[in-house]
Each structure stands twice: as structure tokens, then as C-alpha cells.
């Protein structure tokens, strides 16, 4: 732990052979990604497809722990492959920062937020529902033309 304070060993340029925990911080991102794909592609299309907020919130997670996971198993095959920039230490710790940060706030997003815009819109809804509708506007009626020539009196 003492090893994580120290500047040079998180941003070594070449830090020698990955350890195993590196297999397995690969394996929580890819798993996270998978699951996160599937249960957006098979069970939240269909269970949001009359809520367009719900659906657009599950769209944003889902494009961003597809973005965290897919970074994090990037930094993890270079430290494999020992590329010099992208095997350091740093740029990992950081992704998995980064995934910790955005699942704290997923969870006090649907704690705190999310209840009070689901209210906010209900309230719109009904609040709509009851304003009078606006009437059709009505087609222009056809102008008649006019003749050419004096009027007759009867």
C-alpha cells in the first residue's frame, strides 16, 4: 500500500510484469460490460418502451460503463503487451477511480434525482391532461373570383 503513494511506482513507464490482480480487474470490467450490454439490448428496450426517460437514463449507463469497461480492459491488455505510455500504473488506478466515481453517483442519482424528476413529470402529465385542447385550425375558404364588368342592379 505504501507503493501507491510513491510517484515513481504509479508512473513507471515500464512496470515490469503485470501481477494477477491485473487478470482480474480485466475479468470485473469485462463482465461488467457484458452484462450491462445485455440487460440494455434484451430487457430494457422492451421494459422502457413506454418510458422514454427511463429509457434514455439506461442508454447513458450503458454507453458509460461500456466506455469505463472497454478503457480499463484497453490499459489492462497494453500492460500485457508492455506498451511503454499506456502500461503504467497510473492510467489504470485512475479508469478504476473513474468507475467507482460514476457507480457512486448512479446509485445517489436514482436515490435523490431520479424520485423527484419521475414526480416532476408525473405532475407535468396530469397537469396536461387537463389543459383544454387546442382547437383544429380551420382551412382557408375558397376565394371566390371576381368578374370583370359592372355590377347589375335588380
Known sequence: MDKLLDPGYL????PGPPSDWYAIVAAIFAVVLLVAQGLYHFWAKSAFAQNAYLLRLARIVVMLAGAVSSVAILLVIARYLTLPFLSMRFLLLLTILVGIGL????VYYMVKIFPMK?????????????????????????????????????
Open 11 to 14: 508512473f513507471d513507464l515500464n
Open 103 to 106: 457507480a457512486a453517483y448512479f
Open 118 to 154: 419521475t414526480a416532476m413529470l408525473a405532475r407535468e402529465s396530469i397537469r396536461q391532461r387537463y389543459l383544454p385542447q387546442q382547437r383544429p385550425q380551420r382551412l382557408p375558404a375558397t376565394i371566390r373570383q371576381r368578374k370583370k364588368g359592372k355590377r347589375k342592379k335588380k
